[in-house]
Nanobody
Framework: QMRLAESGGGLVQSGGSLRLSCTASTSRFNTLNTAWFRQYPGKEREGVACIEWTGIYQYYDDPVKGRFTISRDDANQTLLLQMSGLKPEDTAMYYC?????????????????WGQGTQVTVSS
């Protein structure tokens, strides 16, 4: 069973930047599509960004386009999310996930493997 562990969350001022990392426990990661999600209190998780294992196709949710960048470092079995121009509405728990579903459809919301999450708080 592959495990995912997020890091890099924290408190940042509006307009600031953070980089989230997600490290996988096995090299199975390198053959899976991967994504970042976020969850607001009392709400369902929503997909923020997704990148397929080839690195060719990427998806971004409209609110983060132009501000967030998803990338992979397969040599270190790591998924990254560079976040800039952060806004208070980006405050949420962020999760990484991996699976075989395609990023080009909403099916990636059903990814199999999930991390425990890392909190991002943006102050105004």
């Amino acid at each position: 069973q592959m495990r995912l562990a997020e890091s890099g969350g924290g408190l940042v001022q509006s307009g600031g930047s953070l980089r989230l990392s997600c490290t996988a426990s096995t090299s199975r990661f390198n053959t899976l599509n991967t994504a970042w999600f976020r969850q607001y209190p009392g709400k369902e998780r929503e997909g923020v960004a997704c990148i397929e294992w080839t690195g060719i196709y990427q998806y971004y949710d409209d609110p983060v386009k132009g501000r967030f960048t998803i990338s992979r470092d397969d040599a270190n079995q790591t998924l990254l999310l560079q976040m800039s121009g952060l806004k208070p509405e980006d405050t949420a728990m962020y999760y990484c996930a991996a699976g075989t579903q395609e990023c080009s459809t909403q099916a990636f919301l059903q990814f199999t493997y999930w991390g425990q999450g890392t909190q991002v708080t943006v102050s105004s």
